[in-house]
T-cell receptor, first 112, second 115 residues
Framework: DAKTTQPNSMESNEEEPVHLPCNHS???????IHWYRQLPSQGPEYVIH???SNVNNRMASLAIAEDRKSSTLILHRATLRDAAVYYC?????????????FGTGTSLTVIP | DTEVTQTPKHLVMGMTNKKSLKCEQH?????MYWYKQKAKKPPELMFV???????INESVPSRFSPECPNSSLLNLHLHALQPEDSALYLC??????????????FGEGSRLTVL
């Protein structure tokens, strides 16, 4: 199974940008990179996903390395509500369907 | 309606009990998933249903028995569980199982305690 590795924890000051890295060296050509976040006592929440090109949405940006072996989730201005565990996930597609495998996650602390 | 609803939110059961977890979505999604999450660990994939058929079973013990009665409903039947099966069980859905499917939508989970 393709896997992702992430730092266990990161800190950021409120209203500053945050760059959350993810390594996925075993990624294959058809694997999508997804990011989700999970607040305490809640299910994971979708943040963003991409295949090759950088992606932007209202929540964040996703920067994907040219060789696709790493990616970075960018929160442009961290707020206290962004404190969560952020998971980098590879979505594998096979003839049996999609499989979403979670990485170990990065716990983000936002300092007021 | 963009919600995945899981019931019950909390369940306590003995090792000889039989119980079920329920998951419902009304987004017209055709793929549904069960994940298991232990404390301070990432979710682990258990089962995937595509168009009401079981497509992936991640070598889950038979004491966990999934069922998909229709495209909106997913059950997880529990029997003869062990204390180490205590965890948060998460249900998710996605539009399809095709290569261009988008994101997963998760429920808030059912927290299971096995005594």
């Amino acid at each position: 199974d393709a896997k992702t590795t992430q730092p266990n924890s990161m800190e950021s000051n409120e209203e500053e940008p945050v760059h959350l890295p993810c390594n996925h060296s075993t990624i294959s050509g058809t694997d999508y990179i997804h990011w989700y976040r999970q607040l305490p006592s809640q299910g994971p929440e979708y943040v963003i996903h991409g295949l090759t090109s950088n992606v932007n949405n209202r929540m964040a940006s996703l920067a994907i390395a040219e060789d696709r072996k790493s990616s970075t989730l960018i929160l442009h201005r961290a707020t206290l509500r962004d404190a969560a565990v952020y998971y980098c996930i590879l979505r594998l597609y096979e003839n049996t369907g999609n499989q979403f495998y979670f990485g170990t996650g990065t716990s983000l602390t936002v300092i007021p | 309606d963009t919600e995945v609803t899981q019931t019950p939110k909390h369940l306590v059961m003995g090792m000889t009990n039989k119980k079920s977890l329920k998951c419902e979505q009304h987004m017209g999604h055709r793929a549904m998933y069960w994940y298991k999450q232990k404390a301070k660990k990432p979710p682990e994939l258990m089962f995937v249903y595509s168009y009401e058929k079981l497509s992936i079973n991640e070598s889950v013990p038979s004491r966990f028995s999934p069922e998909c009665p229709n495209s909106s409903l997913l059950n997880l039947h529990l029997h003869a569980l062990q204390p180490e099966d205590s965890a948060l069980y998460l249900c998710a859905s996605s539009q399809s199982q095709g290569p261009n499917t988008g994101e997963l939508f998760f429920g808030e989970g059912s927290r299971l305690t096995v005594l």
